[in-house]
């Protein structure tokens, strides 16, 4: 089954379950403008780029993650922030890969250039998230199917730097703990860096990529002082993967369930990140057809 | 800042990390009128709506309104420690205070300095020092210049206001843990240009707001927030921070006071205003000051902790957000029809007064867990019409004569 599939009921139920317990601000109204605006905009992509209909569920994936982190009084830019995210995929693309993750695209776009716009990154509370952590990993684990390793190294990496900073100030460890109570570090760490569509193709890139991000996330927070570090790190540093991906060649991934055009462009996969059995059988298929 | 310490005036000290070496200038004692301004404008409030003829659709209602007490105020710092690796970096007598701004290498030569100097420290001042001086901050120190506060007439210690320039939006709240009884109460009144505030590492969660309540609540409104805070504090596990106001200062609809001038604003250290506004507030309503245009760019937002070591490990982060959305404490008081109204409606009217009643009842209880008991005792007898449509036997006139 299209891993999307999971993401998307985890989105959707923790989203559901914040707007019920914990007053998210988000109502009715905001999630009709926002999954209009990016299924709108998707819907114009498959038919100009001949794309399969699948891919609605990424558009999906995208406009709820940013139901979750996005908060502004405006419609205007909420409908705008949705359509940005999923033109970024058309846009920012380098050799047929595009390399931001849309949420997070348009997440900083607005953050950096609209005083409208702002994230809320305590509003989940310690109880709501320590459920959605071990939810979150025990899907990872039944489901080794969705490519995880960048959130572990990422969690990894930032983790390391978070434990050592409490450690070398001498505050208590609660602090450490009280630091992962935080839906932008999980959602982050879970549906924004480990996007497979647009982190680096190889496994040492993605290590070598998610490092970066935590070193510059790191200091965004802790020398800045900004509180969307993690957005804005992931933004800035998103234009190298062309460069890692050149430096670690690998196969692309594709979805299990993409179109046809994706799926050649994948050719034969020795590649065990993705589904071989699926996309191998599609790669016969459409081979014979065309022979 | 403003502290509610309670004790003698010499043993008072307050150590509160700061960005910079703050210069004379940046320091000033305030006005205490003006934080209980800010308080007054901000605090949770009573409304009360008076029925009209259910018989008579169109409303009339008149309204009034008041302002809670206020919760405890800020808190009180520790104190103490000398020798090696402290540097005095500056020193003033700003009103009552005498101020040092101590930079320190090590925080036990910190603790070690201060006790020498006549600052009593709590055990474990040491340890929470630590995080502050490896972060490159200067400690704020004050104590009170008894001669000065003998001069002053005050029989109170003034709140400290400074004034600095830092990205770092926080309260270090982790030091005053050291030496304190128990939880302590804090409110926190932030005045920013574009919206509300909130914290980034704990969760800010609005305060209960909107319920009607009996009556009799009127003479027993700080009992009520009281106990409503305490529960709300207990049903959020203790780890949250509560929302009680957001607005702009230049209105108010129920007011609790009157909106704060343009020189209290400025007083309060609100410095970015250009144009001043219309300060004389033009009234529709007693108790209702109507936006004016354009608004003034003052938008305040009360939040109110209640913290302790366990609860809150790290201090207080906090976040402008461009939320304009007004939010309030308020609490409605419903003053029934009590006159004659025979028709139709004026049945169904009171057949769902008792029921309202009821409901009344219920919601403080549920808001304060007070016991029922005690609430429909304090509620008395559930008043009746003074004529009803089953008009009580008439009292003859040589009923109450022999009595």
Sequence with gaps: ?????????????????????????????????????????????????????????SAIISSLGLLMLIRTQSFKLLALASALAILSKFVFRFRGKHFFNPTNFS????????????????????????????AMLGILVTHKSLRNDVSYSFLGFYLMFLWLRVSYLGQPHSVFFHQLNSGSLLLFSFFMISDPKSTPDHRYGRILFSGLVAVVAYW?????????????????????????????????????TSNRREIIHATSSNFHFKFPSVSNFWVLRILRRQS | MFSDYRGEMKDFALVIPVPEVLTREQINVGDKALIERVDAFSAP???????????????????RSMGAPDGALAKSGPASSKSLGVTIEAQYTVGEYDILILGAKESSGLEKWLTENGYKLPKGASKALEPYIKQKLKFFVAKVNLAEQVKSGFQYLRPIQFAYESPKFMLPIRLGMVNSEGPQDMLIYAITKKGRVETTNY?????????????????????????????????ENK?????????????????????????????????????????KFPKVRPGIVPPMQPQPEAYITRLHVKYDAEHFPEDLFFQETADTE???????????????????????????????????????????????????KEMGKEPSPTSDEKTPTKETWYQNIFK
């Design chain 1, 107 to 134: 997440l900083a776009i607005l953050l950096l250039v609209s005083p409208e716009v702002w994230i809320s990154p305590a509003q989940w509370g310690e109880e709501f998230l320590i459920g959605a952590w071990i």
């Design chain 1, 220 to 256: 965004i927070k802790f020398k800045l002082y900004n509180p969307n570090a993690l957005v804005l790190a992931l933004f800035f540093l998103s234009p190298l993967t062309p460069l890692i991906d050149k430096l670690f060649p690998s196969e692309r991934f594709e979805w299990p």
């Design chain 1, 1 to 57: 089954m299209d891993p999307r599939f999971y993401q998307i009921a985890f989105l959707a139920s923790f989203l559901g379950l914040g707007i019920v317990f914990r007053d998210f601000s988000v109502g009715f109204s905001q999630i009709l403008v926002v999954l209009v605006s990016a299924l709108a905009v998707q819907v114009f992509a498959i038919f100009k780029y001949r794309l399969a209909w699948a891919s609605l569920r």
């Design chain 2, 326 to 376: 007004n939010f309030q404490g308020r609490y409605v008081l419903r003053h029934p029809w009590l006159k004659e109204a025979k028709c139709e409606a004026g049945k169904k009217y009171f057949k769902e007064l008792k029921s309202r009643r009821i409901k009344e009842a219920e919601t403080l209880a549920q808001l304060t867990q007070w016991k029922m008991e005690e609430i429909t």
């Design chain 2, 239 to 279: 780890k949250v921070v509560f929302l009680e106001y957001a607005w702009n200062m230049g209105w108010c609809d129920p007011c609790a006071a009157d909106p704060l001038t343009d020189e209290e604003l400025r007083k309060l250290g609100v410095f970015w205003m250009t144009s001043p506004f219309n300060p």
């Design chain 2, 203 to 235: 969760r800010t969660v609005k305060l209960p707001t909107g319920m009607d309540l009996p009556l009799y609540v009127k003479n027993k409104f700080a009992d009520f927030y009281r106990a409503m805070f305490e529960v709300s504090h207990h049903k």
């Design chain 2, 45 to 63: 409030r009573l409304v009360e709506y008076f029925d009209s003829d259910p018989c008579e659709p169109p409303m009339v209602y008149s309204m």
